[in-house]
Each structure stands twice: as C-alpha cells, then as structure tokens.
C-alpha cells in the first residue's frame, strides 16, 4: 500500500520546550495507526501538526503526497494562505477529544454545515448525506435534537459524523474516548472499530490498550517527544523491546 501520510523530522517546541524532537512516522493507506504515551509525550501537539492547526518548526508532513500547509519553492517551504491551508484540510477529518460541536446548531445542522459551506455541496445533497451518516453511527432519530440533549457518547458519535461528511482521506481521533464516562466509551469506539473494517485510514490518540490490540496495524509508542516503539500490536504490546514501553504498559494494563 502507499503511504498516506509521511511525517519526517518533524519538531515543534513552545517556548523553551521541545514538544516534538524529530519525528518520522509513515501511515499506509487503509490502515489504522494508534498512538499511545504519557500525557505530555506529544501525542496530540503530533496529530494537530497532521492538519496544520500546529505549525512545525521544521521537518515536513504530506497527506496523499501533498505538503499540509505549506508549498515547495526550491529548497524553500513557504506557508499557503489561510483560504488554501482550510481548503486541503477538508481531506483531513478531525475529531476532538471534547466534541466541539456548534452547541445553536441541531445535530443535523452540525453535520451539513461544512460540506455547503466549505465544499460548496447543494443542500439537499448534503442533507441527504447527513441522514445516512446518522443512520451509520447509530443515530438516525437525533438529526433534530440539539448536541445539549445528547448523551457525552451520542455528542462524540455525531461528532464523527460530522467529520465523515466531508469524505475525508484521512481520520485524526484526539483520544476520542477521554471525556465520556466508561459506559459510553464502548458505543464510540464500535463506531471507530467499523470505519477501520471499513478501510478508513485513521491516526488515533488514545489510552484504550484493547482498542488498539484489536484495531490497529501499526502501535506507535511516544514520551518525552519522540516516537520511542513503533510496530505491530502483538509486538508492541506483548513483546516490546524499550525499557520505556514495557514500564508504561506494566501501568496501564
């Protein structure tokens, strides 16, 4: 398979410190990478870089073989304009680890919003769309309920949706599962587990060790802003080879 998204040297710091500290990673087209780490790793300044809402200080990222955020010149990156970075990212679909959906807007509305407005889609056509993406996540009687109404769960289902809409290339989940109370988390990760049956390509930051024995092909390992272990499940989660990741995982399995 190709590579839908290259990360290479890719470092980002705040300040004085170093979040990321030269990251290469390769995500293959229909498959589902999930990082785990530490809080503090990097794992989610990492993903937020995957669609230019961080900008790197160096390195470079492309998604499908195009740069994220930027244009070549010569040996020179030189950043796009806003108009241009908004437009590639409706390849790129994003859903947060607290929803953010538009709290005025009906479930529906939610999920038609971008696709009319950024994508220039007919509405009836959008709506339509919408329907059967509600239907996919389970949540076909809510197109009309505000996301105040729904439960934790249903919000981060419609938020899926949401991003689904836009028949993006690629899926960035920012631990998806973190704000919901533990008997939600299984409905949102059922959603997840059938867009990678699916063939979705998909970079997931989570906590959730089963979901990511079961789901994903490649475990990436992070602390301290590098990528520490890297491979597939079995090995990364039974038999890793860093000190570093057998003493996270002693903690949290």
Do not use: C, W
Request: hydrophobic share 40%; net charge neutral.
């Amino acid at each position: 398979m190709s590579a839908m998204v290259e990360i290479r040297s890719v470092r980002k710091s705040f300040g004085s410190h170093e979040v990321l500290r030269g990251i290469d990673l390769e995500v293959r087209t229909g498959e589902v990478t999930v990082v785990l780490g530490p809080s503090g790793s990097g794992k989610s300044t990492l993903l937020r870089t995957v669609n230019h809402l961080e900008k790197v200080d160096s390195g470079r990222i492309t998604v499908d073989g195009r740069l994220v955020g930027y244009r070549r010149s010569g040996d020179k990156l030189y950043e796009l304009r806003e108009r241009e970075v908004l437009r590639r990212r409706t390849q790129i679909g994003f859903v947060f680890q607290n929803f953010h959906l538009f709290p005025h807007l009906t479930v529906l509305e939610n999920i038609t919003e971008a696709p009319i407005s950024a994508l220039k889609r007919p509405r009836d056509e959008a709506v339509a769309a919408a329907h059967a993406l509600l239907e996919r996540v389970g949540l076909a009687e809510k197109a009309g309920a505000y996301p105040g109404h729904l439960s934790g769960g249903q919000q981060q289902r419609v938020a899926i949706a949401r991003a689904l809409a836009l028949e993006p290339k690629l899926l960035l989940f920012d631990e998806p599962t973190s704000a919901l109370d533990p008997e939600l988390v299984g409905e949102v990760l059922d959603v997840i587990k059938d867009l990678a049956r699916q063939g979705t390509t998909m970079i997931v930051v989570t906590h959730e060790i089963g979901f990511a024995r079961e789901v994903a092909d490649t475990v990436v390992f992070m602390d301290e802003g590098v990528v520490v272990e890297q491979g597939p499940p079995a090995e990364v989660l039974d038999r890793p080879r860093q000190e570093r990741t057998r003493a996270f995982l002693s903690k949290v399995l």
